[in-house]
């Protein structure tokens, strides 16, 4: 007991400093230009740029390790902001990214860490499924200036999450961490 309050401590601690780190962003490069958000009426929203950027480096991840993915990246309402499907996808590899992508916008954390909360626990995965939450790694929150700016959602690859992250760290900055590997109960 007393190694899992750790685990969920440090993890706690981790968050808090990430958080720090992110909030010190400036997020105006990131986000919808001021003319635009007059329109949407909404600002905090990833732009068009940010978004193919994190694709390019997703698929230049995907690429030097031979594994074809799909990608989406939406908006923190819903919209599809930018997307790609390598070569070599099966539709549900692709369908399994949106619906990470879109998980996330409900959570706001990530896949991986709803399905470490739910494992080994039949009543809550019905619970989570029932409202549409795909919890399978591979989706996160698009951090930047402590604000979620969209989310991502990867699939069809073994490494989805990693990818997902080493692509937002290099081309936004400082994101929460991942969730911790849980072994098998």
Known sequence: MKTIFRKV?????????????????DISKFVISDA???????????????????????IDIATKANMPITIFILSPTGQIVASHRMDGQVPINIETALLKAQSVLVTRDSTHL???????????????????????SGGLPIVAGGQMIGTIGIGGGSKD???????????VGPQPPLAPTQPAK
Request: with cysteine.
């Open 114 to 136: 709803r399905a470490n909360m739910i494992a080994n626990n039949m009543p809550q995965q019905l619970k989570w499924h029932a409202i549409g939450v795909y919890t399978t």
């Open 9 to 25: 401590l440090a993890v706690s601690a981790a968050l808090t400093i990430a958080g720090g780190m992110a909030s010190a962003q």
């Open 161 to 171: 999450e990693e990818m997902a992250f080493e692509a937002l760290e290099a081309v």
């Open 36 to 58: 635009a958000a007059k329109k949407t009426l909404i600002k905090n929203e990833i732009n068009a740029d940010t978004a193919r950027k994190i694709i390019d480096k997703c």
